[in-house]
């Protein structure tokens, strides 16, 4: 019996923990409050953490190579080796790349699950540009904004004894963070730090707030400009800031001044005096930050208009490299992960055939060189990963249509893409429609069963884990396994490895361990693996105000890494694509009298992280069924009451949920995402993943998306609610499973 230090992986957090190891099983799990994050109650606190040891060895979990031998989906499946399955799979993708071209293959990434240059590397070797991912909708925004704006991504500070202001946009960290922002939120407003939220619902984190904007969802970007026109008129900007570092300011002057607070309050749904009460209470208060979240990159095309009049809001009120608002990153001082993925390795043709390459602006490899040339000139180099990634709608599309060519093979890796993308009716076809689907995965999940081949990977406990952010930023944290992995899983770094190896890939595959790659990537720091897990963190003391800084004596400050080197609020990229240079708000999606109601499709809830533990029966007991959000006003006009079983519906389709009456702005529905019915068996399971999920109500049609990045809308959309019947309350209600098969057949969903 030994304790070892090891990480827990349920979230992206990567929190220290002490394993107790007894024969190469995992007994007991501890704080480990000499890592991050440095506090042992934080651990305690959260709900999933235990659950680990559940989940080590859960029967849904996949513990051998199982490839199909039933019909797809049917669940029937041969045990077989290692071996065997990376020969087949090999020799398939070799005879659809033969008979196609390799961009026949797409894969399918997720959240920040696992370590993904691997595939970024044998998919560039292979020559498949077409990686589709969930970028578009979670981070890219972000990081594309910020580095045109101020030339590299920019973390959000909030410190309780620096911070003066902070507006938390479009985020919920009390549901969606266990770990230390909440806490610090929590810190920073028990000492009586000014916190505004800006959230259709009153969240438990809105409830910390001195002010709660419950606007109408998806017209942010239109706050954000009124916000920009109070503080201009009222001359509550930096003005020397401005004068020194910032490029464009008549323009947005320009372009705010019609957005007076009476224009947007009537596009909002607030009142002037709180749109200017914000406007005063921001500006006035120095540092002060803004800590944007999903809200906001999920609001199809006023996601991009939304993200840039908040990088001006930033700008102009001298907010930017400023401790307690925000940091502007730094390139990593190890390996970065742009090194690791090959991408200069994909030849030009075949980067010209990513699907959506030729309509997006920027979500492309000619966009990330656009922008990479600028960057560069500061040093930085962005990750490709999600930069680059193809539009899921188009590759969906591919496999059904075999237009603008097929793709007929999807890789898909710590993803559930049926549960996780916009328009699961589409992919549930295009998904069968393939000739081969892997899926690399921990459990059983409604996209794996559809599969030929699942392998069984390891997860949290069983391998190494180094998280880097992508390499946006100078720091990387993480430790060690506890131990060896269950059964015959492995790491997702084997399967890349093995199936490069058969592919002719053998002189870009040195290391043979991911430990190896993991001493590699650290070189630079002159310390190992083992010496890095000691600490588990590389995190140098962050400097600020670079831009001022001079390389030499004599020589200018080096400035922002921009086309005119400074902040551009009016972006030369964005106006050189033809596209808007200083923000422009869209209107908001239409309703009418049949889809009265606007839809939130994705609110987060503890204790799961998307379509994640809905199996682990500790925590389903916590929080058995999924919840739809409604107003007391708005369910007494519907003549609905709590616990009501209820049919959301959207032109799209419609899905099952349980009515909670919650305070928030009236005729919004909020709904949880990410819901399945692992306890269903055959058929069933499959049905199981269209009855409550929020992404039957959701699409991504190319054409609707915003043009520059590409995003699609899971918030703001028109929809009605109503009663569901007796049957389908009976099958929210009673889990017996067998009842719940036979209700789930007759459903229509
Ligand atoms: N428990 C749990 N934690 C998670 C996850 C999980 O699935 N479960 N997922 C992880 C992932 S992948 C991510 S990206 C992060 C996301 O973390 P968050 O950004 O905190 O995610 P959400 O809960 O979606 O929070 C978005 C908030 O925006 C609000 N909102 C919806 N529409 C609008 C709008 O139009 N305007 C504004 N201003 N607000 C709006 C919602 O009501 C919600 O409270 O969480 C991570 N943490
Ligand atoms: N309607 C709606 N849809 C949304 C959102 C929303 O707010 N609303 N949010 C979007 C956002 S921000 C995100 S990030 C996505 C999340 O999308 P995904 O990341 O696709 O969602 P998950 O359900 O977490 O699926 C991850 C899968 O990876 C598996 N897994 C975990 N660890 C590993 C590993 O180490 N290796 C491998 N190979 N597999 C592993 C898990 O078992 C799980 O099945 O969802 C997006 N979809
Ligand atoms: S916050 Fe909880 S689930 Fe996330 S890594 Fe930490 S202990 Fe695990
Ligand atoms: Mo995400």
Redesign the pocket.
Known sequence: MEWVKTNCRL??YLCGLFAQVEDGRVVALEPDPSRYPYDAAIVRGCRRCQSNLELLDHADRVNYPLKRVGARGSDEWQRISWGQALDEIAARLQLLADNNGPETLATSIG?PHSVYWPMHRFLNLFGSPNNLGIGQI??NPAIWVNALTFGWPLENELDPETTRCAII?????A???NSLLWRTVLAYTRQGGHLIV????Q?RTARRADTWLP?E????AALALGLLHVIIREKLYDEPFVTRWCAGFAELAAQVAPYTPQLVANLTGLTPAVIEETARAYAGASPATIIT????D??GANSLPTQRAIACLRAVTGNVDVPGAAHLAEMPDFVPEIDLELSHLLPERQRAKQLGASFLRLQSYAGYERVFEQTVKGNGRLPHRYLTSAHPNLIWRAMLTGKPYPIRAMIVMGSNPLSAHADTKLIYQALKSLDLLVALELTRTPTSMLADYVLPIAGGLERPVLQTNAGTANIAYGGNSAVAPYYERRTDFDFWRELGLRMGQESYWPWQTFEESLDATLAPLGMSWAEFCETGLYAPTPTYRKFEHCPAAGHSPIGFATPSGKIELFSTVLDQLDAEPVPQPKPLCATDDHYKLRL?S?????????SAFRQVEQLRQMHPLPLAEIGKETAQAQGLVDGNAIWVETEQGRALFKLKVAVMRENVV?VEY?WWYPELSGSDFESGVLISNANVLTHADFEECEPVLGQWQF??LACRIYLAGPDELLFLNDRNVSRMEERAIAMEC
């Open positions: 979230c992206g959240g979670c981070w946009w479009g985020m919920n960290p549901e969606s963070d800006v959230d259709p619902r969240t606007l969802p998806g017209s942010d979240g999903r809200g906001i999920q609001i939130i994705g609110a987060r809830v503890q204790p799961f992280y998307a909020s990410g918030n703001g």
